[in-house]
T-cell receptor, first 115, second 113 residues
Framework: NAGVTQTPKFRILKIGQSMTLQCTQD?????MYWYRQDPGMGLKLIYY???????DKGEVPNGYNVSRSTTEDFPLRLELAAPSQTSVYFC??????????????FGPGTRLTVL | DQQVKQNSPSLSVQEGRISILNCDYT??????FLWYKKYPAEGPTFLIS?????DKNEDGRFTVFLNKSAKHLSLHIVPSQPGDSAVYFC????????????FGKGTLLTVNP
């Protein structure tokens, strides 16, 4: 198993450009999450999904969109990039089932700079 | 409003000694707590967890203690090794919140040979 994979690893955007951060997991996990980590800060939840076709906002959703058409994929879309979106983005997944499965597995991250 | 606080940004210990990382929380609805370890340019990796119905969980060199009345948990690493040098994040879950993690800001642990 590859676990949680993210592409790209690095990206530089100009203000106003758009892009999609890709996230794929091969563990058949039902829950998936997107976090961002700013320097010196903990991870903050952007969006999450409890299954294909179901998404919901986290703590900092403004400026982002997500979709979950399959169990495996959970892309994060930035429509109009702003310098405040400069951050490291982590995707995570977990198999949430009755009685357990709370451990989230993280991808390696995407480092995004908006200039 | 930080619900999970790690008040020590950094900690330095000698190899072989004990490392103690602390975490405080404010939300009484948190019922599951986790520690993650993060190396530079990598994603966080799960280390150890504890349910709110327990006060201690041990896994090899790692032990997590939970004091619910004080809303405090700690991670003990004994003995500390240079490979343990990383950022450690405390995280908490409110089971009624679709299992979203709330993270602290992290503590950078440096273990000196």
């Amino acid at each position: 198993n590859a676990g949680v994979t993210q592409t790209p690893k690095f990206r530089i955007l100009k203000i106003g450009q758009s892009m999609t951060l890709q996230c794929t997991q091969d563990m058949n996990h039902n829950y998936m999450y997107w976090y961002r980590q700013d320097p010196g800060m903990g991870l903050k939840l952007i969006y999450y999904s409890v299954g294909a076709g179901i998404t919901d906002k986290g703590e900092v959703p403004n400026g982002y969109n997500v979709s979950r058409s399959t169990t495996e994929d959970f892309p994060l879309r930035l429509e109009l990039a702003a310098p405040s979106q400069t951050s490291v983005y982590f995707c995570a997944s977990t198999l949430r089932q009755r009685g357990g499965g709370d451990t989230q597995y993280f991808g390696p991250g995407t480092r995004l700079t908006v200039l | 409003d930080q619900q999970v606080k790690q008040n020590s940004p950094s900690l330095s210990v000698q190899e072989g000694r004990i490392s103690i990382l602390n975490c405080d929380y404010t939300n009484s609805m948190f019922d599951y707590f986790l520690w993650y370890k993060k190396y530079p340019a990598e994603g966080p990796t799960f280390l150890i967890s504890i349910s709110s119905i327990k006060d201690k969980n041990e896994d090899g060199r790692f032990t997590v203690f939970l004091n619910k009345s004080a809303k405090h948990l700690s991670l003990h690493i004994v003995p500390s090794q240079p490979g343990d040098s990383a950022v450690y994040f405390c995280a908490a879950i409110d089971g009624g919140s679709n299992y979203k993690l709330t993270f602290g800001k992290g503590t950078l642990l440096t273990v000196n040979p």
